[in-house]
């Protein structure tokens, strides 16, 4: 219930290892604490390219691949309750339930992916991947940080880096297809 995204990939070879990839998406996430209830909706879009490291046998078209990608994200941000933080527990918890939106937010940011993406049917590939990002900027609201970027998922005030993974099932639509020809070694 805290989390709802949806999210298309795709890539496209351009040369025997190298991709052209991008991957679309909207993500909502309520981010709800004793001290704090944020939710966040917005959009995103990452573009970049892969190297598939992997050597196939003939026939395969498995990867083992890295990646990097310019990532950006629009977004919103509302504000429903937070809590007035005091170390003196003499009064009862200041908790103000103002409901305050913030809109027209955005960030960017690079990534370095690494991953592997593995034949199981024909044309059916199950795959998983890790990606480590870097916080580049964007807009922030003027009271208010951005806790969550659509995208690049949480983000704190110590650090510009973070860190990610996912899976995923593809479909290789064979646009092209190319004999490949096996190498006679003499």
Do not use: C
Not at 7 to 36: C, H, Q, S, V, W
Not at 103 to 116: A, D, K, P, T
Request: cysteine-free.
């Amino acid at each position: 219930n805290d989390y709802q995204a949806f999210e298309i990939m795709g890539d496209y070879r351009i040369y025997k290892n190298y991709y052209l990839a991008a991957e679309i998406g909207n993500e909502n996430y309520a981010y709800t604490e004793p001290f704090l209830d944020v939710e966040t909706k917005g959009s995103y879009t990452k573009i970049g390219a892969n190297y598939n490291t992997y050597d196939n046998w003939l026939g395969m078209q498995n990867e083992l691949y890295v990646g990097l990608r310019y990532g950006f994200a629009s977004f919103q941000q509302t504000l429903n309750r937070y809590a007035i933080y005091t170390t003196d527990s003499y009064f009862e918890p200041d908790v103000r339930n103002e409901k305050k939106e913030f809109e027209g937010l955005n960030s960017s940011w690079v990534e370095f992916h690494v991953g592997i993406r593995a034949e199981v049917l024909n044309n059916l590939y199950l795959g998983i991947h890790a990606e480590i990002k870097n916080y580049i900027g964007g807009k922030e609201p003027d009271d208010f940080a951005n806790l969550y970027i659509p995208g690049f998922q949480k983000k704190s005030d110590n650090s510009s880096f973070g860190a990610g993974w996912g899976y995923t099932i593809s479909y290789m639509i064979p646009i092209i297809k190319k004999e490949r020809k096996e190498k006679v070694k003499e």
